[in-house]
């Protein structure tokens, strides 16, 4: 895209974007174009965020500061832990104003088929941060792919003695915590329930 006209370019590269088509993006761009001072002060952010945004060494949520804001408040418990799948899911918790543990950011789910793994994700760090954890809330999305990352972890922690739960299924099934209202999000989290893992099989 180097010799193309530069709001074609700026079409391209918002339409990379997820969830934005060509139309979209077209309009997005025009609209950037139009207004006076917007052009500057969106390249200001996305430097910004390139030179400034990193994840937290403990937590893994994309922060300005390691340790993020929410890991160094020691008025959060320390003992309560949310796993997520990205940070987005942990701002749509924070949004709901009612959670005041800390959290685990997994950078994403299984997904054998397209080759990710247990290694590909943050799920080591997350075991070594459980020992001192009274309850593992498994926050992941209610989906095929998030309902088998949550019994992965919950056989891997088991051992630990930690009680692991389940957020409860207000989440409707298939949908994504980033676009799921607070009130939803903070009713799923107080009707969480326990996540028994099923037993290994005899090798």
């Given at each position: 895209m180097s010799d193309?006209?530069?709001?074609?370019?700026?079409?391209?590269?918002?339409?990379?974007?997820?969830?934005?088509?060509?139309?979209?993006?077209?309009?997005?761009?025009?609209?950037?174009?139009?207004?006076?001072?917007?052009?500057?002060?969106?390249?200001?952010?996305?430097?910004?965020?390139?030179?400034?945004?990193?994840?937290?060494?403990?937590?893994?949520?994309?922060?300005?500061?390691?340790?993020?804001?929410?890991?160094a408040d020691r008025n959060r418990d320390d003992e309560l832990i949310c796993v997520v799948e990205h940070?987005?899911?942990?701002?749509?918790?924070?949004?709901?104003?009612?959670?005041?543990?800390?959290?685990?950011?997994?950078?994403?789910?299984?997904?054998?088929?397209?080759?990710?793994?247990?290694?590909?994700?943050?799920?080591?760090?997350?075991?070594e941060r459980v020992g001192g954890a009274r309850e593992l809330i498994l926050a992941t999305n209610p989906t095929a792919q998030g309902d088998v990352t949550a019994l992965y972890i919950a056989q891997l922690v088991s051992p630990l003695g930690v009680r692991v739960t389940r957020i409860a299924r207000g989440v409707s099934v298939g949908s994504e915590l980033e676009y799921t209202d607070s009130s939803t999000i903070s009713r799923a989290l107080e009707e969480r329930r326990e996540l028994?893992?099923?037993a290994r099989r005899g090798g």
């Open positions: 193309a006209d530069p709001l074609e370019a700026l079409v391209h590269h918002l339409s990379r974007l997820p969830g934005i088509g060509s139309k979209t993006a077209t309009r997005l761009a025009h609209h950037i174009v139009r207004t006076d001072g917007f052009a500057g002060d969106l390249a200001d952010a996305l430097t910004g965020v390139r030179e400034g945004i990193a994840r937290c060494g403990t937590c893994f949520h994309l922060a300005a500061v390691d340790p993020c804001s929410i890991c940070s987005q899911d942990l701002q749509a918790i924070e949004r709901a104003g009612t959670y005041r543990g800390l959290y685990h950011v997994l950078e994403g789910v299984l997904a054998p088929l397209e080759g990710i793994g247990a290694e590909d994700l943050r799920i080591r760090e997350l075991v028994t893992p099923p």
